[in-house]
């Protein structure tokens, strides 16, 4: 009975710890994006999560160590929005549709503010911390051509596209989707980031450029 107890103590207080992690995360992520990393203090992020400055650090080491946390977090995330759970093209499907939904997908996901936000912060201190760069870009853009990779080498396997080099073919079709919005939207701030009709016209005109250098002819 004491060893039950026990156990149902220790899950409470995990469950505790986790709700307070989370908090602190959320917290954190709306002052960063806010204010910026140096405009950031562990006093703010404390205050707003409703927990102490030691709970902070009881959780977080230092301000970098959260930082590249909620870099890590919000692009994997992003990433497995875009790309998990991807059905395959059924033999009845249309593949340029499949590819155009899947552009829409991409872009729809990380065209957003929060994740330009991020994007920007993130590159206003790559001079000083190199090392939230590296997470952005290989939990974010190498990831995501790694599993896209993967889908074209799978449609090159059923004949359905003609693809030597599938890491390149995905390097191909995320620059023809992505660069134009992208651009825009990282420059000219989140006022720019194109409508959902611009991003489909967009993905679908990507899309055939794509077809046009690796579809199969049909027979």
Excluded: C
């Excluded at 709970?55 to 692009?75: C, D, N, P, Q, R």
């Excluded at 911390?129 to 190498?142: C, D, K, M, Q, S």
Aim: glycine share 8%; aromatic share 6%; hydrophobic share 45%.
């Amino acid at each position: 009975m004491g060893s039950e107890v026990n156990e149902h103590a220790d899950a409470e207080g995990d469950g505790r710890s986790a709700r307070k992690r989370r908090a602190i995360l959320d917290a954190a992520t709306e002052v960063f994006l806010k204010s910026g990393y140096l405009g950031t203090n562990m006093d703010e992020i404390a205050a707003l999560s409703a927990v102490s400055k030691q709970t902070v650090y009881k959780h977080f080491s230092s301000k970098e160590a959260l930082f590249v946390e909620i870099v890590g977090g919000m692009t994997t995330g992003a990433g497995d929005t875009v790309h998990n759970d991807v059905a395959q093209l059924g033999p009845d499907e249309d593949l340029a549709d499949y590819l155009v939904e899947y552009a829409l997908r991409q872009l729809t996901v990380v065209l957003t503010p929060r994740i330009m936000q991020l994007r920007r912060l993130v590159i206003g201190e790559v001079t000083r911390f190199p090392e939230l760069a590296r997470v952005l870009y290989e939990r974010g853009p190498a990831r995501a051509m790694k599993m896209l990779a993967a889908v074209f080498e799978g449609l090159a396997k059923r004949d359905l596209l003609a693809v030597d080099d599938p890491a390149t073919a995905a390097e191909h079709f995320n620059w023809l989707i992505m660069s134009a919005p992208l651009n825009q939207a990282m420059l000219l701030g989140d006022d720019a980031i194109p409508s959902q009709a611009e991003l489909r016209r967009n993905a679908e005109a990507g899309v055939r450029v794509f077809l046009a250098a690796y579809g199969r002819t049909k027979r």
